[in-house]
């Protein structure tokens, strides 16, 4: 974990962070297991998110963290347990599967954009092709969300030709374009410079003011103790602690959490 | 404590080098380069008068036999004569229009392709690829609407030569994209079938594909059964080269990252359209070098369909250089043809790169 935007530096600039977390789960997972071959990666994992909630999940590397998030839009099977999402359960039906995919939006480290579309493209592809929108109004949309983003004035360049801050921020607008109930971050800052970092957690920060339920993997220690609802941390496939951030960073109850964050304020 | 202005953007330096400069740095850089730049000057001093003597100065285009050639170099008359052979074959004379109108339809339809900025292009290359292969078919073959009917085995020259390149192109590159899928795919049984299609036929010369076409199908078709000599050897031709094309294809394919199929599935795209919308215009841009590679050697082995006893243009040159009438016209016609295929080739390749140029979207990684 690193604080390239401290706490203060946030809240000097977002001054709506506070914010009621809603009663309605959307996000149900129980005793999830997952194996990778014989490799036993995720071990009867339970989450429940709700609504308007901000989770921040952390751990080392190779701790199950990415997996986790992936499992809830089905980009990697569970095998055991149950995942609801929104209701909907998430099995080999690829119904539920497409219905659970319009609802989720999902950012990767390496922004994933289509390198052969323009940003607008890249914007209004799936609201056209899956959601059905006439053209013109899913552009116009791109455009709003493209100016919430800050990058209004880069809709005709293509992928290559942005900055890699400039790059996160579209692929967070493409996924906005889809208008998700959730979004989920797998660590959306790690492939970025320091200054780039400033601009996609501020856009993350926004997203987070105006009530979405995100799901982060990241290791942003400042994002983590403004924005954030609940931390988990996961250590070899499991969820060994979870807290409330304050608590979370100030009194760590778990002996692998306490290592793991000594390591970070020795950092 | 020294405080640095920000910089106005200038305009990039003008290109300092003029001719001189370009001699000097390409071709005088280095003793080295010095030796190789009179070597080639030498080698161009040497061979290049005596051909340009024979192919154009001392060479004769005009007559009507023999006769007409006497100043010594190339004798070109041969191929102004036979020009309406090499390119329509035996197609009967008062019926040639109808092959004219054809070629004019292919130009009409591959010359935009080759200009910029031209309205509505891909509907123009949308319906080379779709309809008019079928309207070249009936006004080529005739039978209805009043054409009389002109069976295949009359057709011949450049005009067969075209046909069999068309259509192997047309049908080889859909073909490949399903079966490059096709091998990747999730499922056993379609990856099985794909997979063995792929591996029987490049696993076989083409010429012995289209002996197999020509000589032992008839033996399993029912009596009375025939079907049609051209038609058998364009499928032949279709299939050998569809399973060279899903290998190119499928290296294109493979070299498309994981995210992106990722990314495509988190915005909740199926198998098809992401693959359609987003796989395969990467793939496929990847591969173009590949894919006319391909192309340029399916254009060249249309002459293999001699073996099968239709006249390509490179067969009816063959045949016309042994012609009695006629001596030492061989090297006329084969400069000929091989300058005929030559040109398509070449356009093929120049269009590529033009293509290329066109897809070309941001940096390079
Ligand atoms: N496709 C795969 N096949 C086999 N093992 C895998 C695969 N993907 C991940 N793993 C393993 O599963 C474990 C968890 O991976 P995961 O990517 O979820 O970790 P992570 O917590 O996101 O780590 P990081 O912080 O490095 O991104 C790792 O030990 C990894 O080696
Ligand atoms: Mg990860």
Redesign the pocket.
């Known amino acids: 974990m690193s604080e390239t935007v401290t706490e203060d530096e946030i809240r000097s600039h977002h001054d709506h962070l506070g914010h009621e977390v809603g009663r309605d789960v959307v996000i149900q997972i129980e005793q999830m297991n997952k194996w990778?071959?014989d490799?036993h990666?995720l071990r009867d994992v339970d989450l429940t998110v709700h609504r308007g909630e901000r989770i921040v999940i952390c751990?080392p590397?190779?701790?199950?963290?990415?997996?986790?998030i992936r499992c809830i839009n089905r980009l990697e099977e569970h095998q055991q347990g149950r995942i609801l999402v929104d209701g909907v359960e998430l099995n080999n039906d690829v119904k539920n599967i497409e219905a659970i995919r319009r609802e989720v939006g999902m950012v990767f480290q390496h922004f994933n954009l289509f390198p052969h579309l323009t940003v607008l493209e890249n914007c209004v592809l799936a609201p056209i092709w899956v959601r059905k929108e006439p053209r013109k109004e899913a552009e116009e949309r791109a455009m709003q969300l493209l100016e919430r983003v800050k990058i209004p004035d880069q809709a005709k360049k293509y992928p290559g030709q942005l900055s890699g801050g400039q790059q996160q921020r579209v692929a967070i607008a493409r996924s906005l374009c889809m208008q998700p109930k959730i979004m989920l971050f797998d660590?959306p800052t790690s492939a970025l410079d320091p200054e780039m970092i400033k601009e996609v957690l501020d856009t993350m920060v926004t997203l987070a003011e105006e009530g979405m339920t995100m799901l982060c993997?990241t290791h942003e220690m400042g994002f983590a103790k403004t924005v954030a609802d609940r931390v988990i941390f996961?250590d070899r496939?499991q969820i060994v602690e979870e807290n409330e951030p304050h608590a979370f960073f100030n009194t760590p109850q778990n002996e692998r959490t306490k290592l793991f964050l000594s390591q970070i304020l020795a950092h | 404590m020294a405080v640095f202005e920000l910089k106005e953007a200038l305009p990039p330096p003008a290109r300092s080098a003029g001719a001189t400069g370009w001699i000097r740095a390409n071709l005088l850089s280095s003793p080295l380069n010095i030796a190789l730049t009179l070597l080639g000057a030498y080698l161009i001093l040497t061979f290049l008068p005596p051909l340009l003597d024979w192919a154009i100065f001392s060479a004769d285009f005009t007559g009507e036999t023999q006769d007409a050639c006497v100043s010594g170099g190339a004798c070109w008359t041969f191929i102004t004569n036979r020009l309406p052979f090499f390119t329509y074959g035996f197609y009967p004379e008062p019926e040639r229009w109808r092959v004219n109108i054809g070629f004019l339809l292919l130009a009409a339809v591959m010359i935009p392709q080759f200009i910029e900025k031209i309205p509505g292009k891909q509907w123009i290359g949308l319906f080379g690829l779709t309809g008019l292969p079928i309207l070249v078919a009936i006004l080529l073959s005739g039978g209805i609407f009043g054409l009389e009917s002109v069976p295949t085995d009359k057709w011949g020259g450049l005009m067969l030569t075209l046909v069999l390149a068309f259509v192997g192109i047309v049908g080889a590159l859909p073909i490949g994209v399903v079966l490059a899928l096709g091998r990747r795919s999730q499922m056993p049984i379609v990856r099985i079938v794909c997979t063995t299609f792929i591996e029987l036929w490049r696993g076989v010369p083409l010429i012995s594909v289209l002996f197999m076409a020509s000589v032992m199908l008839p033996l399993f078709l029912p009596e009375g059964v025939s079907f049609d000599k051209l038609l058998r050897a364009l499928i032949g031709i279709t299939m050998f080269q569809s399973a060279y094309m899903a290998e190119v294809i499928r290296g294109g394919l493979q070299a498309i990252p994981r995210g992106q199929y990722e990314a495509a599935s988190a915005l909740g795209l199926g198998y098809w359209r992401s693959m359609g919308l987003i796989i395969l215009p990467q793939a496929l841009k990847l591969v173009i070098p590949g894919i006319v590679n391909t192309f340029i050697s399916l254009f060249k082995d249309t002459t293999l369909v001699l073996i099968i006893g239709l006249f390509d243009i490179l067969q009816t040159v063959n045949s016309s250089i042994v012609d009695p009438s006629w001596n030492n016209v061989a090297t006329e016609g084969y400069v000929f043809a091989a300058f005929s295929f030559w040109v398509f080739c070449f356009s093929m390749s120049r269009y590529s790169q033009a293509l290329e140029r066109k897809l070309h979207t941001g940096h390079k990684r």
Not at chain 1, 61 to 68: L, Y
Request: charged share 10%; no cysteine.
């Open positions: 990778y071959g490799f990666v751990g590397s190779g701790s199950g963290k990415s997996t986790t660590e993997v996961m496939g």
